[in-house]
């Protein structure tokens, strides 16, 4: 083969490939649709991650039917204190975690326990008690713990009745019992387990 036509053909072959891994229906290269189903963009509050915590950062995420739930929060372990009537005193209200606020995330309207809840970004805060617990969801969503806590903020509050469970050293969320539009949610942390059941709306 002669050397022009091989330069020829080589570069036939580059502008075919050049085509092609520039043609918008790429999967390669599509933009991700960073938006939810009802068409907003979550913008849960960052968390510092700068340096490593004693309490690392978490998120877990769930679908429930078309919309996707979405968990944010610090992670702290028991280390051997007690947690519950101790660390965190029961009648007051705590961060449902560590540093910043515990983050709870809806794109659509849903209903939390049967009762409706807007969509939005909340911060999620409980009141712990012997008995029944109360689950906060608070519109300020980005706060440092529960220092700056205004019950007026409120969206939602759940009385839930907490379960014994097996020691659990980390704090963490949980997503279990799913049906095509439903699941619970949990915390878990030292020996107590605070589920709650998210309807989808859609």
Do not use: H
């Amino acid at each position: 083969m002669k050397p022009y036509v091989a330069l020829t053909i080589c570069w036939a072959y580059f502008v075919l490939f050049s085509a092609c891994t520039n043609s918008t229906d790429s999967p390669a290269l599509s933009q991700p649709d960073k938006k939810s189903n009802s068409g907003e963009t979550a913008k849960i509050p960052p968390r510092d991650n700068s340096d490593a915590r004693m309490s690392p950062n978490a998120m877990i995420a769930q679908n429930v039917g078309k919309t996707v739930i979405t968990i944010s929060y610090g992670r702290p372990g028991v280390k051997g204190r007690k947690i519950f009537g101790g660390l965190e005193a029961y009648g007051e209200v705590w961060r449902t975690g560590a540093n910043e606020s515990t983050v709870f995330s809806t794109p659509d309207d849903v209903l939390v326990n049967g009762q409706l809840l807007k969509k939005g970004i909340y911060a999620l805060f409980v009141i712990p008690t012997e008995t029944e617990w109360i689950l906060i969801f608070n519109r300020k969503s980005d706060q440092w713990g529960a220092f700056n806590y205004n019950k007026n903020d409120d969206a939602l509050r759940l009385n839930i009745r907490p379960e014994q469970i097996p020691s659990v050293e980390w704090m963490t969320f949980s997503f279990d019992q799913l049906t095509e539009n439903s699941a619970v949610a949990a915390l878990s942390w030292e020996t107590m387990r605070l589920p709650f059941r998210i309807e989808s709306t859609r």
